[in-house]
């Protein structure tokens, strides 16, 4: 089973920042945090990975907490297509093949 | 940007026959996934494979699954005898190495066994 607890769905309005929080309370100190978004109908889409320091790239920004106990997936200006489901995964490098998807957050964007 | 393909996008077949589903990873990746959605429930892990051999699988992965890489290119899923519970999508993904690694998706093939 997932490792992870995300709220079932959010709302953000259009031009705004999405902030999508997770709860990892049981994560090791080698596993890191992952996130991925699926778009209705499609693949799963990588957009951000940390281990415990804040990470930032042209999709998002990942913000975990100093105890690593929980993060928050940044989407700085949401558009009307980042409208999806958002997944927070706990991986160990060298560990774990596969990807363990929990149900996620299904971010609604409101135009 | 480089990126995994399926095909095909959709097929329909009838319960007890066989299926191939065709995927092409990221030419330098060397780990390879198949995974399945069905309809409205979650993404689930079916099966890893590394230097022509599979390297973890789930309980999903009978014996009516196999997969193969059949040249430099080319990643299979074959379900021999297709049951009506196999309807999916089916998502091939691909990553340079294990773990840390990111593994990228295909738009996956979306199978409907009548």
């Known amino acids: 089973d997932a490792k992870t607890t995300q709220p079932t769905s959010m709302d953000c309005a259009e031009g705004r920042a999405a902030n999508l929080p997770c709860n990892h309370s049981t994560i090791s100190g080698n596993e890191y945090v992952y996130w991925y978004r699926q778009i209705h109908s499609q693949g799963p889409q990588y957009i951000i990975h940390g281990l415990k320091n804040n990470e930032t790239n042209e999709m998002a920004s990942l913000i975990i907490t100093e105890d690593r106990k929980s993060s928050t997936l940044i989407l700085p200006h949401a558009t009307l297509r980042d409208t999806a489901v958002y997944y927070c995964i706990v991986r160990a490098p060298n560990r774990d093949d596969k990807i363990i998807f929990g149900k996620g957050t299904r971010l609604h964007i409101l135009p | 940007e480089p990126e995994v393909t399926q095909t095909p996008s959709h097929q329909v077949t009838q319960m007890g026959q066989e299926v191939i589903l065709r995927c092409v990873p990221i030419s330098n990746h060397l780990y390879f996934y198949w995974y399945r959605q069905i309809l409205g429930q979650k993404v689930e892990f079916l099966v890893s494979?590394?230097?022509?051999?599979?390297?973890?699988k789930s309980e999903i992965f009978d014996d009516q699954f196999s997969v193969e890489r059949p040249d430099g290119s080319n990643f299979t899923l074959k379900i021999r005898s297709t049951k009506l519970e196999d309807s999916a999508m089916y998502f091939c993904?691909?990553?340079?190495?294990?773990?840390?690694?990111?593994?990228?998706f295909g738009p996956g093939t979306r199978l409907l066994v009548l």
């Open positions: 494979f590394y230097n022509n051999e599979i390297s973890e």
């Open positions: 993904a691909s990553s340079h190495d294990r773990g840390r690694e990111t593994q990228y």
